[in-house]
């Protein structure tokens, strides 16, 4: 079974304050695929970033960030210099590399990060 | 390029009524999800569609939870009778292809709101 954790319920920070958000991830898979979704007031989820298990590279964009490490099974996401328009709900995500079978996304809980002005 | 159009947005129901909800995916997208997401919680999937076909249905509560895709396209989600803990947000989501091939990438609606009251 797949399990994704992001133990942050909620994160309040101050303007252009760096801020980390945490997830950490279970599976027995060798092939699978971690993603980031922001989930603004609107409800769309918006895909952030995409990551294959067999690439531990850390990867920058603008602002962003993120730190995948396989030996702590995490896949840790930082906003630089937040912004108010930063505010959202972050959700990690997890799904398996196709062998034939289910492959819909197992999400966390989220991390509701708010960014006070 | 057109989003997961999804509709109704809104909709609240009493108990015991049935509703249904309606998805478009990204045109030409194979693989269809529906997911439900909780207040407070990560979206859980529901059911996974590969062109008209059912991949994954093991959460979708079928003695009240029904769902298509009769030509490989459109969606519908519908419940009947609905219970006061069907109130949720329902996600549609689609890819390309399934999302353990290569990761695709899975693009969602803004989601369906329902109430039961």
């Known amino acids: 079974a797949q399990k994704v954790t992001q133990a942050q319920t909620e994160i309040s920070v101050v303007e252009k304050e760096d801020v980390t958000l945490d997830c950490v991830y279970e599976?027995?898979?060798?092939?699978?695929?971690l993603f980031w979704y922001k989930q603004p007031p609107s409800g769309e989820l918006v895909f952030l970033i995409r990551r294959n298990s067999f690439d531990e590279q850390n990867e920058i964009s603008g602002r962003y960030s993120w730190n995948f490490q396989k030996s702590t099974s995490s896949f840790n996401f930082t906003i630089t210099a937040s912004q108010v328009v930063d505010s959202a709900v972050y959700f990690c995500?997890?799904?398996?590399?196709?062998?034939?079978?289910?492959?819909?996304?197992?999400f966390g809980k989220g991390t509701h990060l708010i960014i006070q002005p | 390029e057109a989003g997961v159009a999804q509709s109704p947005r809104y909709k609240i129901i009493e108990k015991r009524q049935s509703v249904a909800f309606w998805c478009n995916p990204i045109?030409?997208?194979?693989?269809l999800y529906w997911y439900q997401q909780i207040l407070g919680q990560g979206p859980k999937l529901l059911i996974q569609f590969q062109n008209n076909g059912v991949v994954d249905d093991s959460q979708l509560p079928k003695d009240r939870f029904s769902a298509e895709r009769l030509k490989g396209v459109d969606s519908t989600l519908k419940i009947q009778p609905a219970k006061l803990e069907d109130s949720a947000v329902y996600l549609c989501?689609?890819?390309?292809?399934?999302?353990?091939?290569?990761?695709?990438?899975?693009?969602f609606g803004e989601g369906s709101w329902l109430t039961v009251v």
């Open positions: 995500a997890l799904v398996r590399g196709s062998g034939g079978g289910a492959d819909g996304l197992t």
């Open positions: 045109s030409g997208h194979a693989t």
């Open positions: 989501a689609s890819s390309l292809n399934r999302a353990g091939f290569s990761g695709n990438t899975i693009y």
């Open positions: 599976t027995r898979d060798t092939t699978y695929y």
